[in-house]
């Protein structure tokens, strides 16, 4: 089984193979990756289920220090940055030759950055050593959302489950009110969480210091550099690098927002003192243990162990029957979540018996 595991945690690379199959297929081939990770994925989700079972006790030490789960995320982060250079390639070479190509590539790299790329530079983002969190920030450099370190850990994670947080979508607050207050909330408080580090250091805010700056800034580089090498080999200014560029990007950290939504739709701590919340515990994240979804993601979606326990691995983390259990994947969840009605109607019942749980145990 833990053979099965392993091997289960590489299919995160099948999505980016889809891409640059498609790509040269060419016309609607470029569908391959979006219609593999939002039909295929959700359909083998059906068919083999949840799988609710944990590593036992005895070998969770073992598993947590095997090299084998962090060298496949390093291997990713090398991956990404190596697809990228061939993305801005394929764009700054005039590879795609209409708006529907354009459309459907720059989702698809999306899919690659965002769905994958931003869970495995959180997955890094948590941990204590250096190379981990490089390798987070050079990730989250790649779609323009570096802030996400700084606010995850250091907002997100402290916040999460309480009105204070950004990240936390209200009960009846659509994806698309939720998205403006989570990218822009989340932005602003970042900022803030910045500049009040730097104040106890007594650094200036606007200073070198000033990781904020450093990621506002390192996005650019990274564009203008792979805009000016291309430039000069096409021996023309290549537009299409910086605008292919920021349209993934948008994508792809809208994509996180999307499964931010989904991980944390209406619940809410409970106010123990003015301002002083219950501590978290596995009932103040959704949960859901599909089995396929979960590789791919590598078991994000047992989110609310990963909220008990922040710095705990992915191979890991644990299932919780208590739980808020969403009914689908997150790949099936987050086309939900853009139709507002369907679901409201499928979650609010499930966040109501979630309340239900909260009261009785008041």
Same mark, same amino acid.
Not at 100 to 129: N, R
Not at 186 to 203: C, D, I, S, T
Not at 317 to 346: K, V
């Given at each position: ?5 392993? +091997?289960? $945690?590489? &299919? ?6 889809? +891409?640059? =199959?498609? $790509? ?26 949840? !799988? ?5 006790? !005895? ?6 220090? !095997?090299?084998?789960?962090?060298? +496949? ?10 697809? #990228? @250079?061939?993305?801005?390639? +394929? =764009? ?7 708006? &529907? ?14 769905? %994958?790329? %931003? ?68 932005? *602003? ?7 009040? *580090? ?13 990781? #904020? %700056? ?7 580089? @990274? ?5 000016? $090498?291309?430039?000069? #080999?096409?021996?023309?200014? &290549?537009?299409? =690098? ?7 990007? =948008?994508?792809? $950290? &809208? ?7 989904? /991980?944390?739709?209406?619940?809410? *701590? ?7 919340? /219950? ?25 609310? !162990? ?6 705990? *691995? ?21 086309? %939900? ?6 679901? @409201? ?6 966040? /109501?018996?979630? /309340? ?7």
């Amino acid at each position: 089984m833990y053979a099965l595991k392993k +091997v289960g $945690f590489l &299919t995160a690379f099948i999505i980016p193979a889809l +891409v640059i =199959v498609g $790509f040269y297929l060419g016309g609607w081939w470029l569908a391959l990756p979006t219609l593999f990770s939002f039909i295929i994925i959700p359909v083998f989700d059906a068919w083999l289920g949840t !799988d609710p079972t944990n590593i036992s006790a !005895d070998r969770v030490k073992q598993l947590e220090a !095997d090299y084998y789960y962090r060298f +496949v995320l390093y291997v990713w982060t090398w991956f990404q940055l190596a697809f #990228m @250079f061939w993305a801005f390639y +394929v =764009v700054a070479l005039g590879g795609l030759h209409n708006l &529907t190509e354009w459309i459907l590539f720059v989702l698809g790299v999306a899919l690659v950055t965002g769905g %994958i790329g %931003i869970t495995v530079a959180h997955e890094l983002g948590h941990k204590k050593s250096f190379t981990e969190r490089l390798y987070s920030k050079i990730l989250l450099m790649t779609v323009c959302y570096m802030h996400f370190y700084i606010e995850h850990n250091q907002g997100h994670h402290v916040l999460v489950a309480t009105p204070e947080d950004p990240a936390t979508a209200r009960k009846n607050e659509s994806f698309y009110a939720f998205w403006f207050r989570s990218v822009f909330g989340g932005y *602003r408080h970042a900022w803030k969480l910045e500049n009040e *580090r730097l104040r106890k250091k007594g650094l200036a805010a606007f200073s070198i210091h000033n990781r #904020m %700056i450093h990621f506002a800034v390192l996005p650019l580089l @990274f564009c203008g550099a792979a805009f000016l $090498f291309f430039s000069w #080999m096409q021996q023309r200014w &290549t537009w299409e =690098v910086p605008v292919f560029f920021f349209s993934q990007s =948008v994508l792809a $950290f &809208t994509l996180l927002e999307l499964v931010n939504y989904v /991980e944390h739709y209406g619940i809410v *701590r409970r106010e123990i003192a003015p301002g002083k919340y /219950e501590r978290v515990n596995p009932l103040h994240s959704w949960n859901t243990s599909h089995v396929i979804s979960n590789f791919f993601l590598f078991q994000l979606q047992r989110h609310s !162990d990963h909220h008990v326990y922040a710095i705990k *691995r992915y191979q890991v983390l644990n299932h919780y029957d208590e739980s808020p259990q969403l009914p689908y994947g997150y790949p099936t969840m987050i086309l %939900i979540a853009l139709i507002p009605p369907l679901w @409201f109607s499928m979650i609010n019942k499930r966040l /109501e018996e979630w /309340e239900g749980k909260i009261a009785t145990a008041a």
